[in-house]
T-cell receptor, first 120, second 112 residues
Framework: GAVVSQHPSRVICKSGTSVKIECRSL??????MFWYRQFPKKSLMLMAT?????????EQGVEKDKFLINHASLTLSTLTVTSAHPEDSSFYIC????????????????FGSGTRLTVV | QKEVEQDPGPLSVPEGAIVSLNCTYS??????FMWYRQYSRKGPELLMY????GNKEDGRFTAQVDKSSKYISLFIRDSQPSDSATYLC????????????FGAGTRLAVHP
């Protein structure tokens, strides 16, 4: 089946530094990738939608300059948390839609395994 | 009002019990309905999806959608300790690469 590989799985960084999270679609082309944030015992909050070759669309309240998204190829999307602070500590997850004949949904959203970011 | 409402639980049941998980949604235009399972510190994995109203069965899992009452259900028969996870309902509109809209997730614990 379609796999999205997400790295790193866990990262600890100092306050003020930047962290890059990568998501790669291993056996399919991901035209669109979604980035989520999840707080402990809470649901997934969509941060942004990234489309290959164009600017990401951010959800209301998400800082574009803090959470930089790049989707330069059909198999790679990255999220960079810039000048990270302790309040940015969270679980970040990417997701890509897989196929679907004529764009028809076939249940094919696949998720990465997530990145636990801790800012100290 | 949230677009998708889901009781976060936690829900604790003995092994072998039938589990019923539920969500309600507000927008009648939603067409696709999904259930995801998420183990701790992992990404969600798709369990089942349904288009419009009706039932869908896969092994011990049954998904039901009642569009008239805007109600989504997931039933787990003969629950196992390995079913212990957070279950997220999700929905989306028909057509295009639309975003998923998730419920809060229900934490389920199945004890031996």
């Amino acid at each position: 089946g379609a796999v999205v590989s997400q790295h790193p799985s866990r990262v600890i960084c100092k306050s003020g530094t930047s962290v890059k999270i990568e998501c790669r679609s291993l056996d399919f082309q991901a035209t669109t990738m979604f980035w989520y944030r999840q707080f402990p015992k809470k649901s997934l909050m969509l941060m942004a939608t990234s489309n290959e070759g164009s600017k990401a669309t951010y959800e209301q309240g998400v800082e574009k300059d803090k959470f930089l998204i790049n989707h330069a190829s059909l198999t790679l999307s990255t999220l960079t948390v810039t000048s990270a602070h302790p309040e940015d500590s969270s679980f970040y997850i990417c997701s890509a839609r897989v196929g679907g004949i004529g764009g028809r949904y076939n249940g094919g959203y696949t998720f990465g395994s997530g990145t636990r970011l801790t800012v100290v | 009002q949230k677009e998708v409402e889901q009781d976060p639980g936690p829900l604790s049941v003995p092994e072998g019990a039938i589990v019923s998980l539920n969500c309600t949604y507000s927008n009648s235009a939603f067409q696709y309905f999904m259930w995801y399972r998420q183990y701790s510190r992992k990404g969600p994995e798709l369990l089942m999806y349904t288009y419009s109203s009706g039932n869908k069965e896969d092994g011990r899992f049954t998904a039901q959608v009642d569009k008239s009452s805007k109600y989504i259900s997931l039933f787990i028969r003969d629950s196992q300790p390995s079913d212990s996870a957070t279950y997220l309902c999700a929905t989306m509109f028909s057509g295009g690469y639309n975003k998923l809209i998730f419920g809060a997730g229900t934490r389920l614990a199945v004890h031996p």
